[in-house]
């Protein structure tokens, strides 16, 4: 999904956003990340609904659905994840502070592999605390056509929605530390120029 979308993405999502915008990704790093994560919740409720009409289809009419009607999930996964990953390595390599881009994007790997373990540690909690007087969770008899997968998925979907609204939250503190003092120039008088905030002021013909 990334290899086509990637492309077409930069082809033309890209200047039909910048001409509305006026900013050079068409969208700021940080907008990009947030609907990456929004876009995340809309994949989890289709692998939900995916899930029950597949489940449904197996146990009421013994028939097995195609392999290609998760082709949906996908695909809106792949947008999403090609908003915050590259949104992610664009950010850490235009905003931060010099010399601080590999570790933070090193620290996006780590958060993935430390996703991946807490993901386990959430199965066993969902198991845990679904269990009903059989002694069966929505994950305990790792058969789809017993399990309750599709609950499964709507419980993701409501976490990937949390976490984008604490995305929210996060990115609305944040200021662009990174501009350099020549974008603020004051004229003061008809041969001095004053750059940056402090309160030097410069002979217009020293600074050309």
Partial sequence: MLIFIVPLYDTLFVPFARKITGHDSGITPLQRIGTGLFLATFSMISAALMEKKRRNAAVNENVTLSIFWITPQFLIFGISEMFTAVGLVEFFYKQPLK??????????????????FL??????????ATLDSSGAGWLSDNNLNKDKL????????????????????????????????LL?????????????????????????
């Fill in 150 to 181: 599709d609950h499964f998925y709507w419980l993701l979907a409501v976490l990937s929605f949390i976490n984008f609204l604490n995305y929210l939250f996060w990115a609305t503190w944040y200021s662009n530390i990174n501009q350099s003092p």
């Fill in 99 to 116: 010399g601080m881009q590999s570790f933070l994007t090193a620290i996006t790997y780590c958060s993935f592999s430390f996703g991946f």
């Fill in 184 to 208: 603020v120039i004051a004229q003061h008088g008809p041969n001095n120029l004053k750059v940056g905030g402090g309160d030097a002021i410069y002979p217009f013909n020293d600074i050309i």
């Fill in 119 to 128: 993901s386990s540690v959430l199965v066993t909690l969902v198991n845990k």
